[in-house]
């Protein structure tokens, strides 16, 4: 179970919306590289970093951001938003990026990323965001007729190492992460999801490390460490203490 906490990026800031509006923004600090050490040296093992201007764009727009931070941190990171073809993928994986998430593409071009995938092995990411049960695509301005699952299934022999997958209605309001929706996508799928939207406190992390959660590779984590609703270190230490029994 990895916990990744969110650096999502617009106009260059460090900022969390509210349902995914980006007319509904909040700051949380001005230099993306400064965020991205404090998460470093809170014990933080990966960051999860999405351009949202790009995600609109359908091409990234907050390249230089992102490269603040990666010359900022030696931690890996995964990084969605605006990434619509191979020539932007092969891009960020030579600037350093860990792992890129290909969400409206996905959808639009799923030939795409099965081509990604064979190219870079262990290295794309599909990201699933959902509204009302349905994808929505180009920064979840629009909602698409496939369901979740439906999704999932055109990848499932694709080599797609993860499936990032995001409760549209729950982001950035602090309600917990929907359990029921996001184990039924990794229980109908191999490919290993991670979890996103909603996390709130503690509480989640104490149900992301029972053992029905297993199946789940990690979850995502933006406003509640920002607004300080949960505490990293406890967090981090909780998920620490269940891999020791786990493996035990």
């Known amino acids: 179970m990895i916990l ?38 809170a014990g933080f093992e990966w960051l999860h970093l999405v351009d949202l201007n790009g995600a609109f764009a359908g091409k990234p727009v907050n390249g230089d951001a992102v490269e603040e931070i990666l010359a900022a941190t030696s931690l890996p990171c995964q ?21 890129v998430i290909l969400g409206t593409v996905a959808v639009r071009n ?50 797609a190492c993860a499936i990032i997958y995001t409760d549209i209605d729950r982001d950035g309001i602090l309600k917990g992460i929907n359990f029921k929706s996001t184990l039924e996508l990794a229980n109908s799928t191999s490919i290993p999801v ?10 989640d992390i104490e149900r992301l490390v029972e053992k029905d959660c297993d199946k789940l590779l990690g979850a995502i984590s933006g406003r509640a460490i920002y607004d300080g609703r949960l505490d990293p270190a406890a967090a981090l230490q909780l998920i620490k203490q269940s891999k020791v029994r786990t493996n035990a």
Do not use: Y
Request: aromatic fraction near 6%.
């Open 79 to 99: 990084l969605g938003g605006g990434i619509r073809d191979l020539a932007t993928i092969e891009m960020w994986l030579d600037k350093g990026i860990a792992r």
């Open 4 to 41: 990744f906490p969110a650096i999502d990026l617009k106009d260059g800031q460090c900022v969390r919306l509210k349902l995914g509006d980006m007319d509904q923004v909040t700051v949380f600090n001005d230099s993306p590289g400064d965020q991205a050490r404090q998460f470093e040296a």
């Open 194 to 203: 991670i979890a996103s939207g909603g996390l709130a406190s503690i509480r």
């Open 110 to 159: 799923p030939e795409l990323v099965k081509q990604a995938c064979s190219a870079f092995p262990g290295k794309v990411a599909v990201g699933i965001d959902a509204r009302d049960a349905k994808v929505a695509v180009e920064g979840w301005a629009e909602t698409s007729s496939m369901t979740a699952i439906e999704m999932a299934a055109r990848f499932e022999d694709a080599g």
